[in-house]
């Protein structure tokens, strides 16, 4: 965020209506133009990870060294959320099929971890979901606007989803998507009579 602060980020042109006592006076010295200080505000990152395991992400293709796309999509959030941490940024895991199961607050200590992990080794993949639903259930529950990252293969109808995914971002908050699909469904090597739900 650009305000008051000790970390000087960068200059930009003085218009009509800035503060004089913004004014670069070295800067104009040398230049003969007026400049503003621009100033940058470290903030805390508050972030929720969606994880979806509906029955969908239990699928394992034969090229896929035994690692189904839910197996995948819970190694991801494990290291997002490590980053995350990291960085002494809050975060938090809301894992979901037809309803949302389980609930982990956002924290930001590096022992929160623990609990995150936790959840991720009781996800399994589950029955199927309906995605827009569960988003809009998660909207209500969240009171802060922050970063909401969703790990799915976003097997739903893209209309309602994206009404959905709107409303996090007229509330302000960041949407960031991981889609998740295994080789089979982007390639499609299906070659014999097979049914597909």
């Known amino acids: 965020h650009k305000g008051a602060s000790v970390e000087f980020k960068e200059h930009r042109q003085y218009v009509k209506g800035d503060e004089i006592r913004s004014i670069d006076w070295k800067l ?8 503003i200080r621009q100033y940058e505000d470290e903030t805390n990152l508050r972030a929720m990870v969606l994880l979806d395991q509906s029955g969908s ?8 060294n035994n690692t189904s796309k839910h197996e995948f999509a819970r190694r991801l959030v494990a290291c997002l959320t490590t980053l995350l941490i990291s960085q002494q940024d809050a975060v938090g ?25 936790e959840a991720l080794v009781k996800s399994k993949p589950g029955a199927e979901t309906a ?18 990252i969703l790990v799915s293969d976003c097997f739903d109808d893209v209309n309602a989803l994206m009404k959905a995914l709107a409303y996090f971002k007229h509330s302000g908050s960041e949407v960031v998507i991981f889609q998740i699909w295994d ?12 049914q597909f739900r």
Not at 185 to 193: A, G, I
């Open 28 to 35: 104009y010295g040398k230049t003969d133009r007026l400049y």
């Open 57 to 64: 992400m239990a699928y394992c293709g034969s090229r896929s």
């Open 93 to 117: 895991l809301t894992t979901f099929d037809t309803e949302i199961r389980e609930v982990v607050p956002a924290r930001s200590k590096v022992s929160h971890l623990l609990a995150i992990f």
């Open 131 to 148: 995605l827009s639903v569960t988003l809009q259930q998660v909207a209500e529950k969240l009171k802060r606007r922050g970063l909401l």
């Open 183 to 194: 080789k089979d469904e982007l390639d499609f090597p299906f070659r014999q009579r097979t």
